[in-house]
């Protein structure tokens, strides 16, 4: 499944981005997905899992400020961030997830988001 994220970009510390992640060729309705994010030179690390049931988990460093959400209508995988601190400065990839869930799709290109203080 080739997949892209977009929506990054810098806001200030308490701001809000919406992250989104679509798929040309496969329905993403018809898999598991997540959303990872990677600090530079550390390994990517998922943040938010969504079942192709909607069954939704996060990490304890993001639940609370970010949302995921699927529309399937529109083949979209979104990730709402709010409350944003500098620490959630990193580039966010979204892939789709074995049954183990970890990653099991090729990393397409992510999005950086940046955040000031």
């Known amino acids: 499944v080739q997949l892209q994220a977009s929506g990054g970009g810098l806001v200030q510390a308490g701001g809000s981005l919406r992250l989104s992640c679509s798929s040309s060729g496969s329905t993403i309705s018809d898999y598991d997905m997540g959303w990872y994010r990677q600090y530079p030179g550390k390994q990517r690390d998922l943040v938010a899992t969504i079942s192709r049931y909607g069954a939704i988990n996060y990490d304890d460093s993001v639940k609370g400020r970010f949302t995921i959400s699927r529309d399937n209508a529109k083949n979209t995988v979104y990730l709402q961030l709010s409350s944003l601190k500098p620490e959630d400065t990193a580039v966010y990839y979204c892939?789709?997830?074995?049954?183990?869930?970890?990653?099991?799709?090729?990393w397409g290109q992510g999005t950086q988001v940046t955040v000031s203080s």
């Open positions: 892939n789709t997830l074995s049954e183990y869930y970890t990653a099991s799709s090729s």
